[in-house]
């Protein structure tokens, strides 16, 4: 999905495209390769420290998951100082705010639409980076979810 939005932007702006995960089939794997063309990059299995060094170089964190996530990989893009673009599913709305730290598409048009702003407008996607990475400090730390954790197991028992 995040290949098929960005063949339908044209920014002002060159930009590529990095998929970094973990996945055993070779096809898909295949199939991502030859439909990103040539503005994407397929990164398997990187280790914690090149993961880091990915953000470090990135500008902008998307995500396509329509299934189940915690938001753990918007978070750490956030750490680095990344806004975020997701389909809004799952955990995105928890850790994006729309409009301040990334923005949460209803569609694989909205999705294209906000890679664009971003995309062309560096300054904008800085401030939303910083926003981010504030913001998950903030709300998002070992403790404070371990906090949580107890009170509702408090409030179970």
Not at 70 to 76: A, D, H, I, K, S
Not at 88 to 115: P, R
């Amino acid at each position: 999905l995040i290949i098929k939005a960005l063949k339908r932007i044209q920014p002002k702006r060159k930009f590529s495209l990095t998929i970094a995960g973990s996945q055993p089939k070779t096809d898909y794997l295949r199939y991502l390769k030859k439909i990103g063309g040539h503005f994407s990059e397929v990164v398997v299995n990187p280790t914690d420290s090149q993961l880091a060094k990915l953000y470090q170089k990135s500008h902008i964190y998307v995500s396509a998951d329509r299934y189940p996530f915690f938001g753990l990989p918007v978070c750490e893009a956030a750490y680095f100082a990344k806004p975020a673009v997701a389909l809004n599913f799952a955990a995105a709305s928890e850790i994006i705010k729309h409009g301040k730290t990334g923005y949460l598409a209803q569609d694989l048009q909205e999705l294209s639409n906000y890679l664009t702003k971003l995309i062309d407008n560096p300054t904008l996607s800085q401030k939303m980076g910083k926003q981010a990475k504030i913001y998950v400090q903030k709300n998002f730390s070992w403790e404070k979810i371990a906090k949580l954790y107890l009170d509702q197991i408090g409030k179970i028992l």
